[in-house]
């Protein structure tokens, strides 16, 4: 985000207010995905698994002038669309001004599908990844069950690397992406010396969502304080810049009013595969309007997305996605 981008948020935050339409139109393309990842809502979510049909698009497309961003991002993986270029075709066709986005696990992600992709403009790719084995040694003991769930896959690895190379003269940027569990930390460091070597553009730290899982484990804010610090100066050894949504700064205290207001929701809607619109993927139940009924500015000006502004901790529970503070699973 820009520092323009970055000032007008703070301040809009800061005086708890909203922007007048969202910028930031988060898409469902698919819930299906190539994985069962244990962490993952796509995985024990109990919802038909469905592609969303390129009129829904087009419809969405159609209401969002305002968009600037357009996120290719929900419970599933975005690549296992049927049509997935072409979803990339409407957008560039009814919404040339707007950058495209979206997260991938990788395995798709092939020389092919990879240049085709950035033919089509995309301007930030985040490969999400899991378990990483260190240079040249094998996965961690315990292999996949002590990962939230990716496959510890070179294939996706080489993947992003090679997509990093291709990419090179665009204006598309590359992400990669990690959620912080008990026993990762190396994995980590792994996927940090990665992404220097592939010349990835930054490492995201995410913290693992517990409320919907319980029995997965994360580290404690103290230990998860710790691994943000050793990360970042890694990242820094090897200049590949880390970020966390969980540490926040003093300005993002400010912003967020100490963890009363999630930094996603001033700007932002996600619409679910089948066009409900709401605050995002983890408030898919708290539908403001579907988009087959009425258009994306009358859900974001509705009587549930003001309510939803206005007292969020009710309606996000204990999720602390991108809290500072961890709260209680609730058990
Ligand atoms: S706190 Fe969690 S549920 Fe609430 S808006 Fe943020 S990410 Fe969504």
Known sequence: MELAEKAVKFLRLASRSRAA?????????????????????????????????????????????????IILTGWGEPLYHA?????????????PQARIRF????????????KEVLARGVSRVAFSFDEVPPEGGAV????????????????ALANAERFCALRKGTDCRVHYQVAMLEH??????ALVA????????AVALMRMETWNQPDLRRPDLVRERAIIARVRAE?????????????HTWAMRVATHDDEICLKTDASVYITVDGEVTPCCNLRKLSGGSVEASTVEEIW???????????????????????????????
């Open 184 to 189: 990762n930390e190396a994995s980590i460091l």
């Open 140 to 155: 961690a003991a315990g292999g996949a069950a002590e990962t939230a769930g990716h496959l510890p896959s070179r294939a």
């Open 103 to 114: 997260t991938t696990n990788g395995y798709l992600l092939n020389e092919e599908r990879a």
């Open 235 to 247: 990242g820094a050894a090897r200049g590949v810049p880390v970020y966390c949504l969980n540490d």
């Open 301 to 331: 000006n509705g009587e549930a997305f003001r309510r939803f502004f206005t007292d969020q901790r009710t309606a996000c529970g204990s999720c602390d996605a991108l809290q500072a503070r961890q709260f209680p699973s609730p058990r």
């Open 21 to 69: 339409l969202p910028t930031e139109i988060q898409v469902e393309v698919t819930n299906r995905c190539n994985l069962t990842c244990p962490m993952c809502p796509h995985t024990f979510g109990g919802l038909p698994l469905t592609d969303m049909p390129l009129g829904r698009f087009e419809r969405i497309l159609g209401q969002v002038p305002f968009a600037r961003d």
């Open 83 to 95: 049509d997935f270029l072409g979803l990339m075709d409407r957008c560039r066709s009814l919404r």
């Open 194 to 201: 990665h992404a220097a070597r592939a010349g990835a553009d």
